[in-house]
T-cell receptor
Framework: AQSVTQLDSHVSVSEGTPVLLRCNYS??????LFWYVQHPNKGLQLLLK??????LVKGINGFEAEFKKSETSFHLTKPSAHMSDAAEYFC?????????????FGGGTRLMVKP | NAGVMQNPRHLVRRRGQEARLRCSPM?????VYWYRQLPEEGLKFMVY????????ESGMPKERFSAEFPKEGPSILRIQQVVRGDSAAYFC????????????FGEGSRLTVL
């Protein structure tokens, strides 16, 4: 069994300040981890993924995430927020023993960026 | 370079009617997944299909919901006798089947049940 917990349902930052979106996971097997972004009334877009290579993963739009096995965390960060980053972010886990690409989603974190 | 196409984007039904949501996967993809997103919640897995086969339907409600992915044409998620609780966004995703963990999502079909 696997699960994902996004610790904050809402995060508000000012433009130009750092972003931190927190994610903890549990998995019986070596997981693959992902962050997806969803803009209003849009589908989900993959930001980045961890699949047992480098623990620090760089994604699109300046986002990155670090896989910390000891803390079972995969927090998403960005040094400087842009207004266009305002969206819903989902942390996702997929265990290697799953049949097919079945993903377990966290509840989402809504990021608000103030001018 | 079409991505995953879903239609309709918005659908309004009265209680007791049927809803049919369609999904055309990305070109070259033969694996389709359906997810449901209730208001203010994350996505919940419903069903995973390959051409003409249901691989995993563990997330599908036992009654009123069905899905298919025929040899020709789009995948269809069908909801019979809709109730207000079925109001949600339904997302389709596709993959090539190779294990990359990456799914490509459509923009969703938003069902409103009056």
């Amino acid at each position: 069994a696997q699960s994902v917990t996004q610790l904050d349902s809402h995060v508000s930052v000012s433009e130009g300040t750092p972003v931190l979106l927190r994610c903890n996971y549990s998995s019986s097997y070596s997981p693959s981890l992902f962050w997806y972004v969803q803009h209003p009334n849009k589908g989900l877009q993959l930001l980045l993924k961890y699949t047992s290579a480098a623990t620090l993963v760089k994604g699109i739009n300046g986002f990155e995430a670090e896989f910390k096995k000891s803390e079972t965390s995969f927090h998403l960060t960005k040094p400087s927020a842009h207004m266009s980053d305002a969206a819903e972010y989902f942390c996702v886990v997929s265990a290697l023993d799953n049949a097919g690409n079945m993903l377990t989603f966290g509840g989402g974190t809504r990021l608000m960026v103030k001018p | 370079n079409a991505g995953v196409m879903q239609n309709p984007r918005h659908l309004v039904r009265r209680r007791g009617q049927e809803a049919r949501l369609r999904c055309s996967p990305m070109k070259g993809h033969s694996h389709v997944y359906w997810y449901r997103q209730l208001p203010e919640e994350g996505l919940k897995f419903m069903v995973y299909l390959q051409k003409e086969n249901i691989i995993d339907e563990s997330g599908m409600p036992k009654e009123r919901f069905s899905a298919e992915f025929p040899k020709e044409g789009p995948s269809i998620l069908r909801i019979q006798q809709v109730v207000r609780g079925d109001s949600a966004a339904y997302f389709c995703a596709s993959s090539s089947g190779e294990y990359t963990g990456e799914l490509f999502f459509g923009e969703g079909s938003r069902l409103t049940v009056l």
